[in-house]
C-alpha cells in the first residue's frame, strides 16, 4: 500500500505561481512513477505532468510553465507552476503506479484556483 498526501493548493492570480506537494508513504519500494492530474468541475481528469527515474512528461497545455521534480530522500514529488491561467483552475491529485503488486494510488485532492 501507498498513501499519498499533496498540499500547496489555493488562490492565485493569473500570471502567478504555485508549488504543490505530493509526500508518499508506505511502500514506496514499489513506486514506479508518479504523476499529477487535475480535474475542472464538468470536464474529465487529465493527465498534467508525469515522472518516471528521470523522464518526465508533460500535457502540451502545460509545457514551459509547469516543472514536476521529484525528491526521493524525501519521497515527494513536486509539481511547480509558474504563469498560471484561469484555465488551470482544477482540484489537482498525485497519483503513484506501483508494479509491486501492480496498482495505481491517489491522493486526496488539492483546489488551485487562479482568478483576479
Known amino acids: 500500500q501507498v498513501q499519498l498526501v499533496e498540499s500547496g493548493g489555493g488562490l492565485v492570480q493569473p500570471g502567478g505561481s504555485l508549488r504543490l506537494s505530493c509526500a508518499a508513504s508506505g511502500s514506496i519500494f514499489s513506486i514506479a512513477a508518479m504523476g499529477w492530474y487535475r480535474q475542472a468541475p464538468g470536464k474529465q481528469r487529465e493527465l498534467v505532468a508525469q515522472?518516471?527515474?528521470?523522464?518526465?512528461y508533460y500535457a502540451d497545455s502545460v509545457k514551459g510553465r509547469f516543472t514536476i521534480s521529484r525528491d526521493n530522500a524525501k519521497n515527494t514529488v513536486y509539481l511547480q507552476m509558474n504563469s498560471l491561467k484561469p484555465e488551470d483552475t482544477a482540484v489537482y491529485y498525485c497519483?503513484?503506479?506501483?508494479?509491486?503488486?501492480?496498482?495505481?494510488?491517489w491522493g486526496q485532492g488539492t483546489q488551485v484556483t487562479v482568478s483576479s
Open positions: 497519483k503513484a503506479v506501483s508494479t509491486v503488486p501492480r496498482s495505481d494510488y
Open positions: 515522472i518516471s527515474g528521470s523522464i518526465t
